[in-house]
């Protein structure tokens, strides 16, 4: 995942934004990379609770089974980022691929990630497939 990700055409987008707390500057004076990986955690959280209703939050919870990250610029103190999220098109079952892009205020790419999602039924904590009525809400 070397190329700067997109949305597809027409694909719901989720957009956020982020300013990085004193705390999350690390020793060489830039955002350090596990705040972006707390910060695309945040994305998905919030894009599901806009989207989804409450039943369904209340029954279904997500796991993360993978983060591919690409980090390519600095964030640096006092600076606002822009992160964009959306999902894939199709699930695999109760996986689910997200993507989610993180830009600095001048537009350039600061990190980019694909991540896979696995869905869970909360009170038996197993997976369970990802229905088309989610994958709507989503698209």
């Not at 955690?41 to 993360?64: F, G, L, N, Y």
Request: glycine share 6%.
């Amino acid at each position: 995942m070397s190329r700067p990700i997109e949305p597809p055409p027409g694909r719901q987008v989720f957009t956020g934004q982020f300013t990085p707390a004193a705390s999350d500057i690390d020793d060489n004076g830039h955002v350090n990379n596990v705040v972006y990986v707390r910060w695309i955690q945040d994305m998905a959280i919030s894009h599901w609770r806009s989207r989804q209703p409450a039943e369904d939050q209340a029954r279904w919870a997500w796991i993360v089974l993978r983060h591919e990250i690409d980090y390519r610029r600095a964030l640096m103190p006092g600076e606002t980022a822009t992160a964009r999220t959306w999902v894939a098109e199709t699930p695999d079952g109760p996986r689910f691929d997200r993507f989610v892009r993180i830009d600095g205020p001048d537009g350039a790419m600061c990190a980019q990630a694909r991540t896979v999602w696995c869905l869970i039924d909360q009170a038996s904590g197993r997976p369970k497939r990802v229905s088309q009525n989610i994958v709507d809400r989503f698209l």
